[in-house]
DNA sequence: CGCTGTGTTGAATGCCGTCAACGTCGGTGG
DNA sequence: CCACCGACGTTGACGGCATTCAACACAGCG
């Protein structure tokens, strides 16, 4: 494996707070994978042995429950941890993550973690960080679930994904990966027909245009107006 | 104010990995504030200058949004520690905390925690844990309302009331702190009308027994079968 | 060229929210 | 002490949103 270069790293938010030693030292504890689409990062319910950094593509986070329906309570983004249930004292992941695209990851046997916590403190302190926000974010999607409409939902899924995966182009503000009706269902908690439903309805309004496996957003406004408040009379 | 004793805290969780003489410092720092019933312990949005440990009591903790609606993502109890934003590296808090009982708080100025991060940081990794053991839970909830019935969702609220809050009576299991219809129902995301509706069901099939804000589970398993499978035919 | 995964759309059903009316409990003030 | 009032709880009736059921269309792939 070619030795991890420094300047790759750098300026993510997980290395911002290290000195550039520092950021040597965790990049030598690590090595990076590359997984094609579809793959399997880690499953739900194995037992934790790492955890992971988000170089290059993006991450479905699955969660299944007994019955068989699944739930997708987020997708991770270039630069990003996950997989880091040793920072939660867990001894297995609490959902699957699967490549939603080909994807080239850093992985950190769990051994390494209290070596850092001492060595380099600030990508500790980044991960808790990290956590906290997830926990922020989830708590918030409790709220959306309990209180709005499947409309309001679905259009707020759309815009936390065209905000965090969005690629700009012609005709709007792309989601820059395949993501199916299916998908956006299980990311709120409704079925895929009425996803199909209500996608087909927007693009009758002219807000997003949507193909097989495939969502661009022409009119973000109008869809935050579907996200925030009612529908505009 | 008199000094706390070690002997009220060495038991819990927060403080299990300390040294006596650790636990002596961080108690130190602490003072201990008695709230009534419905005082408000701090608010959502409010600028978090403290953290807590609930010594005795029970805390609803409430997020309203901006329409007015409100969801009870979770109760306190004895022993927990809570607020805890600083951890997160937060400014503010992201909830409401409201004692549900007349409470004992121990309460920190966030000043104190980089310095117990460096002389006790056990402490720390126990408010990690607790963090890491709140997204578990708030991610299961998530699943819960995505794919489960608003029955379901009631009865799972319920076992968890009383596996955590409950206490041992001649009828049952009691839930050891005033609740209200609305209450539930703003745990699970439905109507007082319907949580009405079903434990009035539920008093009829002899699984609870209720009055006014009073819940007493007299069949522990059968509640528990609601929750996890569907009804018994 | 068939098969599987994906997407669309219509129709019917049903859960549960909404609206409404009433009952009860407990505290408060006259 | 009693009357009043607000908070809490119950129950019925109705209706709408979203799921469920069903059928079909289309693309990509082996």
Redesign the interface.
């Known amino acids: 494996m070619p030795p991890l270069d420094r300047s790759l790293v750098a300026t993510l938010p997980a290395f911002a707070r290290l000195s550039g030693e520092q950021v040597d030292r965790v990049l030598s504890a690590a090595r990076s994978s590359r997984f094609p689409k579809d793959a399997e990062i880690f499953a739900q319910d194995e037992e934790a042995r790492s955890f992971f950094l988000l170089l290059s593509g993006h991450v479905r986070v699955v ?1 299944a ?1 007994p ?1 068989g ?1 699944q ?1 997708i ?1 987020r997708y991770i983004n270039e630069g990003e941890l996950f997989g880091i249930a040793v ?4 001894s297995t992941y ?2 699957s993550a699967v490549a939603a695209v080909d994807c080239v990851v850093l992985i950190w046997p769990n051994a390494a973690w209290p070596e850092f916590q001492s060595q380099a403190p600030g990508f500790g ?1 980044e991960a ?2 990290t ?6 974010e ?2 918030a ?3 959306e ?3 709005q409409q499947v409309e309001q939902r679905i259009a707020h899924a759309l815009v936390r994904l065209v905000n965090q995966s969005g690629r700009k182009t012609d005709e709007g503000i792309e989601i820059d990966f395949p993501i199916t009706r299916q998908d956006i269902a ?1 990311m ?2 409704t079925t895929l027909h009425t996803v199909s439903r209500l996608l087909s309805a927007w693009e009758g309004e002219g807000i997003v245009r949507s193909s097989r496996r495939n969502v661009v957003v022409t009119n973000p406004h109008a869809l935050v107006l579907l996200a925030e408040n009612r529908r505009r009379k």
Do not use: N, W, Y
């Not at 920072?87 to 867990?90: F, G, K, S």
């Not at 956590?131 to 922020?136: A, D, E, H, M, N």
């Open positions: 969660r429950s019955d329906t739930v309570p920072a939660m004292d867990r609490p959902a302190a808790f960080r956590i906290g926000s997830r926990l922020q989830t708590q999607q409790v709220m679930m309990a209180t299980e709120t908690g």
